[in-house]
């Protein structure tokens, strides 16, 4: 039987943001979000039939404002399972997931907070949608990752140029780390910080690259905004490897994280996030100036 545990409404945010070429909720077996319904005063989970909780990589079950584990079986009634318009609703919470954990190969996720809780975070994927189409999910537009919950993001150059996801995410400042020098789509109220020689691919042997970013005047302003709670993204042109190292090389300056403690983070942010090896070399390098000595052993296979 898998466990039970909860998910931070940030978590939930990567979850649904997550993508390769196109966003992964149009993944057969990805994501299945069950909500909670009401009837004359009971509770009761909808979830599509047909749907292969043993193959879903995320399963999360969700009510009004849930806090913990423990208020969640206490607070919610008991129904009877039951069918309704072609659905399957489950019920009570503990037959819920009680049902879901044993099927499923991964944690069954209760959404803490609750609806009320992610919605103001993240008013802007409020819906009243239950069903998604496959082309709908083929042309949603993902949003950048939450590294730190309101006020570091990390996205491609597609998102860094979005007016509306400046909007929603009430970003202040950007920071380019891509090759591209077209920023149509700023805006002038956006602090625009490029990391200087970006304009060209970085040596994979060159264990300075990592030292002249992170002393150039960018890097601190970015971490001023960052001091003063200012929402900040940071953003290559595929949002997979310079914008990864250096985000990595952010939590391991302001928040002391070794490069093991960020990788591990920023992995749970953005699955594929990938610096190249030579970046890996110098986060290492970065993690001896920052902590004054080397915590993390980068031969293992996984970095």
Known sequence: MSQIILCDATELYNILNQYFRVSRLVEFNYLCLIGKGEIRECSYFVMPAGVEIESMRYCVVYDSNTSSLQAMFLRWKCIHSLFHYGYVTLGPATDCTGILAK???YPVQI???????FS????FFRTQKILYT???????????VEI????????????????QIHKDLKLQAVVNVSEKTNHFGICEYLDLLSIPNCNYRFCYDSVVIIFRILSCETFHVSGSHFSAGSAILIFSSDGISRCSTVSIAFLQYHLKFTLQEAWEHMLKCKSNMRPKRGFVQQLSDWEVHTLGERKTFIAEPHY
């Open 103 to 105: 099927s499923s190969r």
């Open 111 to 117: 959404l803490k907070g609750g609806y009320e809780r």
């Open 120 to 123: 103001a975070l993240y008013p």
């Open 134 to 144: 496959l082309k709908e999910l083929e042309s949603m537009k993902p949003y950048p």
């Open 148 to 163: 730190l919950p309101g006020q570091l993001y990390m996205g491609d150059y597609r998102q860094a140029t979005s007016p």
